[in-house]
């Protein structure tokens, strides 16, 4: 089937199997290899995107699905002034050690982060609750994503 979808904030359009899934599409015939496939079964929030700005899971999601919607990965955070923040703060925090899990991570907290910047810890530690990392322990993620909240609720009270 044909879909049309917005990638990144660019019009896409492709030729696809509806029942391709998304992960494979994005990594396979996009190229966006920033996405990462964990389980595959829905259990690891590795492969975490947004459609219509809402964590999604492109395991679990099909080509079908995505016609019409408006998709974020990992690699459109450089685009956005909360993503460039909140990349920034997980270096800062060395909250990163294989990296694999980390962008599912950045984009469970990305929504949080834009609607509610002054999160509260516990807040963040539900957002992050479907993403698993095998690394670090989870503290310094959650330190990272406390840090971006700070400094995007500073930047949106400048405005
Ligand atoms: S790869 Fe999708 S949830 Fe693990
Ligand atoms: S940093 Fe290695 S799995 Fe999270």
Redesign the pocket.
């Known amino acids: 089937m044909d879909i049309k979808f917005t990638l990144n904030g660019n019009s896409q359009s492709l030729s696809t199997e509806p029942d391709r899934r998304v992960?494979d599409l994005l990594r396979e015939d996009l190229g966006l290899t920033g996405i990462?496939?964990?389980?595959?079964?829905?259990?690891?929030?590795?492969?975490?995107v947004l459609m219509d700005g809402e964590t999604r899971?492109?395991?679990?999601t099909l080509a079908a699905q995505i016609d019409g919607r408006d998709i974020t990965t990992i690699e459109g955070l450089q685009d956005m002034e909360e993503g460039i923040i909140l990349q920034k703060a997980f270096e800062e925090q060395g909250a990163v050690q294989c990296g694999y899990c980390i962008p599912?991570m950045e984009m469970a907290a990305l929504p949080l982060l834009t609607l509610h910047p002054n999160a509260a810890r516990n807040d963040i530690k539900i957002a992050l609750s479907?993403n698993?990392c095998r690394c670090t322990g989870y503290v310094k993620i959650v330190d990272a994503v406390e840090q971006a909240g700070r400094e995007i609720a500073v930047k949106k009270e400048g405005l």
């Open positions: 992960i990462k496939e964990g389980c595959g079964t829905g259990e690891c929030g590795a492969c975490t899971l492109s395991c679990l599912g479907g698993l």
